[in-house]
């Protein structure tokens, strides 16, 4: 094989994330990162599975995608290291979160086991020193001194969410790069602030684009999977892929928000966007910028935000 040959190479997207992506293309190797759920299998209930079946399996996959068979698997979009890092302090305050509530249901559940209903608030610690179970007992020294470090654990929790909450609220006022620009932008809007807007920027907009609303709907796990097969037609709901938090968000933003409404990822660092609606577009209505031009978009069931870049001179939009 002479020394200039191109080298192509695929493995499975799982916990070793991206970097191995990144040393490939470093040294010039043609690499795709691959959905493992995307990869057809023999579906009989036994089926032989070694490293080497699986490696042979993928060698002709890739051969097939490498030939043009495009539908043969889904390649995972790789964000770059820059957009990866973007994305770790919204996903931190996720974890710190959940963290919090399992410390919080863990406590009260000590509580419950004794017969005890205290408040988690700053009162805490003077209702339990005084606190009885609920057959009239004084609270075990055992339990009391675990509550006491649970209550300890809960508080270094608070802590540190209130410090990642105004590191990433300083970084929307301050920040200079498109994730902060973005953020901003979205923050004028009515009903979103600086949580929704810090997790669609660094998820959605500051880090991606998007063609058409499918592929948004697509990332938010919102496209429809319909199952018809013969006589049978049945609804499967939406695909809920991607990051659920993102669902979520969406899915409690305000009434005051027009539901319904297509995104697409032309915001730069010049767009502005204020919460008013045009008129002009359909009846579900989008939020666009006062002087953008106004285009139709593509219902996806998401509600969230429209932008468009204002007509330069060479190409004007009546």
Same mark, same amino acid.
């Given at each position: 094989?002479?020394?200039?040959?191109?080298?192509?190479?695929?493995?499975?997207?799982?916990?070793?994330?991206?970097?191995?992506?990144?040393?490939?293309?470093?040294?010039?190797?043609?690499?795709?990162?691959?959905?493992?759920?995307?990869?057809? *299998?023999?579906?009989? &209930? /036994?089926?032989?599975? +070694?490293? @080497?079946?699986?490696?042979?399996?993928?060698? $002709?996959?890739?051969?097939?995608?490498?030939?043009?068979?495009?539908?043969?698997?889904?390649?995972?979009?790789?964000?770059?290291?820059?957009?990866?890092?973007?994305?770790?302090?919204?996903?931190?305050?996720?974890?710190?979160?959940?963290?919090?509530?399992?410390?919080?249901?863990?406590?009260?559940?000590?509580?419950?086991?004794?017969?005890?209903?205290?408040?988690?608030?700053?009162?805490?610690?003077?209702?339990?020193?005084?606190?009885?179970?609920?057959?009239?007992?004084?609270?075990?020294?055992?339990?009391?001194?675990?509550?006491?470090?649970?209550?300890?654990?809960?508080?270094?929790?608070?802590?540190?969410?209130?410090?990642?909450?105004?590191?990433?609220?300083?970084?929307?006022?301050?920040?200079?790069?498109? *994730?902060?620009?973005? &953020? /901003?932008?979205?923050? +004028?809007? @009515?009903?979103?602030?600086?949580?929704?807007? $810090?997790?669609?920027?660094?998820?959605?907009?500051?880090?991606?684009?998007?063609?058409?609303?499918?592929?948004?709907?697509?990332?938010?796990?919102?496209?429809?999977?319909?199952?018809?097969?013969?006589?049978?037609?049945?609804?499967?709901?939406?695909?809920?892929?991607?990051?659920?938090?993102?669902?979520?968000?969406?899915?409690?933003?305000?009434?005051?928000?027009?539901?319904?409404?297509?995104?697409?990822?032309?915001?730069?660092?010049?767009?502005?966007?204020?919460?008013?609606?045009?008129?002009?577009?359909?009846?579900?209505?989008?939020?666009?910028?006062?002087?953008?031009?106004?285009?139709?978009?593509?219902?996806?069931?998401?509600?969230?935000?429209?932008?468009?870049?204002?007509?330069?001179?060479?190409?004007?939009?009546?």
């Amino acid at each position: 094989m002479p020394l200039g040959a191109p080298v192509r190479s695929c493995y499975e997207a799982g916990r070793d994330g991206f970097w191995l992506h990144w040393w490939l293309l470093a040294h010039e190797v043609e690499n795709v990162v691959v959905d493992s759920s995307s990869i057809e *299998v023999n579906r009989r &209930a /036994r089926r032989a599975k +070694t490293d @080497r079946l699986d490696v042979s399996k993928l060698l $002709a996959l890739r051969l097939r995608w490498h030939g043009g068979e495009r539908k043969v698997w889904s390649v995972v979009h790789v964000p770059s290291p820059e957009a990866e890092a973007h994305r770790q302090a919204t996903r931190e305050i996720a974890t710190v979160r959940e963290d919090r509530k399992c410390v919080r249901n863990r406590i009260q559940a000590l509580l419950a086991t004794q017969g005890i209903r205290l408040e988690l608030d700053a009162t805490f610690l003077a209702h339990l020193a005084t606190a009885q179970t609920g057959d009239g007992r004084v609270l075990p020294t055992a339990f009391h001194r675990r509550l006491e470090r649970e209550w300890a654990h809960l508080e270094a929790i608070d802590a540190r969410m209130t410090a990642l909450a105004a590191a990433r609220d300083a970084a929307i006022e301050t920040g200079t790069d498109r *994730v902060a620009a973005i &953020a /901003r932008q979205l923050c +004028t809007m @009515r009903g979103v602030a600086e949580t929704s807007a $810090a997790v669609f920027s660094a998820e959605l907009f500051g880090t991606r684009t998007f063609q058409n609303g499918r592929q948004l709907g697509a990332v938010m796990g919102l496209v429809p999977v319909p199952y018809r097969s013969d006589q049978r037609v049945r609804d499967q709901g939406i695909s809920r892929a991607g990051r659920a938090e993102l669902r979520r968000i969406a899915d409690t933003m305000p009434s005051g928000m027009p539901k319904h409404a297509a995104m697409t990822s032309a915001m730069s660092d010049s767009s502005t966007v204020i919460g008013r609606p045009c008129s002009s577009l359909p009846s579900t209505g989008s939020w666009v910028r006062s002087d953008s031009p106004r285009l139709p978009v593509t219902t996806v069931g998401v509600s969230v935000l429209v932008t468009v870049e204002p007509p330069s001179t060479e190409n004007e939009l009546s």
